[in-house]
């Protein structure tokens, strides 16, 4: 049995514990993508995802707030069995908590839920983790959701939410802008077009461009064209990630939008965010607020923009 550790050596911990954190990796459970390579998320007794793959892919980039008066996370909302299909529309809400009672203890790996049925790298694999539990916890939808983090020998943590886990690193206060990663290999213009495969319609189209540059002061942004069909979304996107992937997350709105202000998200939720394969270079999409129009291309983990 975890024996919960004494005032003076939680403040202790605390105090070095305190500060943003980035979430830099989705560490699904071995139950979330179970005997095959493609994630196919776990749903409640009523069908629902509870943690669809899009809204998996936007924690990645998110700021985790640890303060003595403030923990901020973030949360779909998708109480289990509360039956709430969003019908294909994914976002993140802020989760805060006031005033957090940060209950610390120790933890053996046999004993924390998918952590004992080995999901984790062998970098991250340890025989026991000090625990960290934000009490009181948040409401979702009539329930209380208890955060949970587990600390890593490297002074990593993993956090338990939704179901699964992510990583977090703590960020470099004194270089925290999005220049943190050399983003300059994504420097250049993508481009996606779909056109409505039932009609006939010459002008049924919606043509997509993302201009990835570097400005004056070393910062990375991107402008993000949707034109077409009733649609004229003109934005200036950050850009954070690495030369693996990046997220893209709104600025502004550029001279000339007409439609965006209509679904203008929550500023923190990420527009779309691209993987790129190393080997083949090429870009799989995972859409956020912004995402196709036609259905078919409205699953992540496609190939959908190409480099021009």
């Known amino acids: 049995m975890s024996v919960e550790w004494g005032t003076e050596e ?20 071995k139950y ?59 976002r993140l809400d802020k989760a805060e908590i006031e005033n957090p009672d940060y209950r610390v203890k120790n933890a053996r790996a046999e004993t924390i839920y998918g952590i004992r049925d080995g999901i984790l790298s062998d970098e991250l694999t340890q025989e026991s983790y000090v625990e960290i539990d934000v009490y009181p916890g948040y409401d979702v939808n ?23 886990y992510f990583l977090l690193e703590k960020i470099d206060e004194q270089n ?20 409505d495969s039932g009609s006939e319609l010459p002008f049924m189209f919606w043509d997509y461009s993302i201009d990835i540059y570097k400005n004056e002061m070393g910062d990375y942004y991107a ?58 270079g090429d870009i799989y999409t995972y859409w956020g607020a912004i995402k196709a129009l036609q259905y078919e291309n409205q699953e992540s983990g496609k190939i959908y923009f190409c480099r021009q």
């Not at 954190?21 to 699904?28: A, E, G």
Request: aromatic share 12%; with cysteine; glycine share 6%.
């Open 10 to 29: 939680t403040q202790a911990l605390m105090q070095e514990i305190y500060g943003r954190y980035q979430i830099t990796k989705f560490l699904p459970t």
């Open 32 to 90: 979330y993508a179970e005997e095959t390579t493609y994630y196919h998320p776990p749903q409640d007794r009523s069908g629902c995802e509870i943690l669809p793959v899009e809204e998996a892919c936007l924690m990645l980039r998110q700021t985790v707030v640890i303060s003595e008066d403030l923990f901020v996370t973030y949360d779909n909302y998708r109480q289990p069995d509360c039956g709430r299909k969003r019908n294909g529309s994914y």
């Open 142 to 164: 009539g329930c209380k959701n208890l955060p949970q983090m587990y600390l890593t020998e490297d002074s990593r943590i993993i956090m338990y939410s939704m179901g699964e």
């Open 176 to 195: 925290d802008g999005n220049e943190a990663e050399d983003l300059s290999s994504w420097i250049g213009r993508y481009a996606f077009s779909e056109k």
């Open 223 to 280: 402008d993000i064209i949707v034109f077409g069909r009733q649609t004229c979304i003109k934005i200036r996107a950050e850009i954070y990630g690495n030369n693996e992937e990046v997220s893209f997350k709104f600025y502004d709105c550029l001279p000339g939008n007409g439609t965006w202000k209509e679904k203008e998200p929550d500023e923190e939720n990420t527009l779309l965010s691209f993987h790129r394969d190393l080997d083949t």
